[in-house]
C-alpha cells in the first residue's frame, strides 16, 4: 500500500515509517521540517520537504492509498501563545489534507488527536472515547475541530478516516520539547548530569504511552476502524515523582529534582479506557512502562555517547 504520512519526520512519523517499511508498505513524507529532522526520515521513502498547506500538487502526484496525518503544532504553550498559529497549522493545514484527499481518490485518513487535551477536565477515570469534549487550550480546541471536519468529510465526501487520541507518547527521537516530552527531557537531563525541573509537586498522574504501541494501532487501522475513534494510552496512571524515580533508577542518577510552580491549566489526573482498540482491533497489552522507558534510556544513553 502507497501511505503519506505528512510529519514524517517528526518523533511518532518517524515511527510509523519504520513499522510501514518492515510491513512492505511504500511511504511518500510531507515535512516542513519545522520541528522534525530530516536525518529521521529513513532511506527508501519518498521525502517532500514542505508545508501542508501546498500538500495538493504532492497528493496528485503521489496518489497514495492512505494519508496519515501527524504534522501538527503539538505544543499547548505555543497554541495559547499564538492561538492563530497554531489554528494554521491544526485546522487550515488538516483542510488542505482533507481537501487534496477528497480530489485525488485517497481512500482515508488517519487522524493523530489527542486524548490529553479534547476532553478537557476529566469527569470520569479512565476517560472513555464517550467522555465529552470540553478542551482547555487552543491546541485542545483545534484537535477537536479536526475530529468534526473528519466527520464532515465522511458523511458529506465519502472519505474514510480513523481517529486516534493518544495520551502521552514516549520513546526513542522525542524531542526534549513539548509537554509531553518529559521523559525525553528527564532523561537527557540526568545523562548530562543536570537536575531535571518536575512541574508543580509530582503527584499529578498521566497516562504515559510507548511509542512501539502507538505504531501498532496505526497499523492496524489501515485496513479497520474506518468511521471509529479510539484512545490510545497505556490504561494506568503514572505520576511524575514516579517517572522520575524509574528514569533515575535507569540513568544511575542521584541528584534531586527542582520544582517549579504548577503549569497553567494542568490536570492532576488523566488515564485513557483503551479497552475499545483491544475490543475491536485486537490491540494488545501496552508495554510494561519499564520496558519503554529502559528502551528509551538506552537510545538517549547512546545518542549522548555519539554527540
Ligand atoms: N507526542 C505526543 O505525546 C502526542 C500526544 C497527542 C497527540 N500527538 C499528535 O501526534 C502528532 C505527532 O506528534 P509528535 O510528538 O511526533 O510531534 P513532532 O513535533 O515530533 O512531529 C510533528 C512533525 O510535523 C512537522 N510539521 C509541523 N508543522 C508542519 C506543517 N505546517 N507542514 C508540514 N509539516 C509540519 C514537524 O516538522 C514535525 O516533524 C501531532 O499531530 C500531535 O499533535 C502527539
Redesign the pocket.
Known amino acids: 500500500m502507497k501511505i503519506l504520512v ?2 514524517g ?5 518517524s515511527h510509523l515509517i519504520e513499522g510501514y517499511q518492515a510491513a512492505g508498505h511504500v511511504i511518500v513524507v ?7 529532522l530530516r536525518q529521521n526520515v529513513p532511506a527508501g521513502v519518498t521525502f517532500y520537504e ?4 501546498d500538500i495538493a500538487p504532492i497528493v496528485a502526484r503521489e496518489r497514495p492509498e492512505v494519508i496519515n496525518h ?5 505544543s499547548v504553550k505555543v497554541s495559547v501563545d499564538d492561538p492563530q498559529l497554531d489554528a494554521r ?1 491544526n485546522v487550515q ?1 488538516l483542510l488542505a489534507v482533507l481537501l487534496a484527499a477528497t480530489q485525488h481518490g485517497v481512500r482515508k485518513v488517519v487522524y ?5 487535551t479534547v476532553y478537557g477536565m476529566p469527569q470520569t477515570l479512565p476517560i472513555a472515547e464517550s467522555h465529552p469534549m470540553m478542551p482547555l487550550s487552543p491546541y485542545g480546541i483545534t ?1 477537536m475541530a479536526g475530529e468534526h471536519y473528519l466527520r464532515f468529510f465522511a458523511t458529506e465526501r465519502g472519505l474514510a478516516s480513523t481517529i486516534l487520541r ?4 514516549y520513546g526513542p527521537r ?2 526534549p520539547h ?1 509537554e ?1 516530552g518529559v521523559v525525553s527531557i528527564f532523561a537527557q537531563k540526568m545523562l548530562a548530569n543536570e537536575a531535571p525541573r518536575i512541574d508543580w509537586d509530582g503527584e499529578q498522574r498521566k497516562d504515559y504511552v510507548y511509542v512501539k504501541d502507538v505504531v501498532d494501532l496505526n497499523m492496524r487501522v489501515l485496513t479497520a476502524g474506518d468511521g471509529e475513534i479510539y484512545n490510545v494510552g497505556s490504561g494506568t496512571a503514572t505520576t511524575v515523582n514516579d517517572l522520575y524515580r524509574h528514569l533515575a533508577e535507569l540513568i544511575q542518577y542521584t541528584g534531586k529534582p527542582v520544582y517549579g510552580e504548577r503549569r497553567p491549566g494542568d490536570l492532576r489526573e488523566f488515564y485513557l479506557d483503551c479497552a475499545k482498540a483491544t475490543a475491536e482491533l485486537g490491540w494488545p497489552t501496552p508495554t510494561p512502562l519499564a520496558t519503554g522507558l529502559a528502551e528509551t534510556c538506552g537510545w538517549f544513553a547512546r545518542q549522548a555517547k555519539q554527540a
Open positions: 505528512t510529519g519526520a517528526g518523533f511518532i512519523g510531507v515535512d516542513d521540517l519545522s520541528c522534525g514542505a508545508d501542508i498547506a501527524h504534522a501538527a503544532n503539538m497549522i493545514g493523530a488527536s489527542s486524548g490529553g484537535k493518544y495520551g502521552n507518547v522525542q524531542l513539548g509531553a
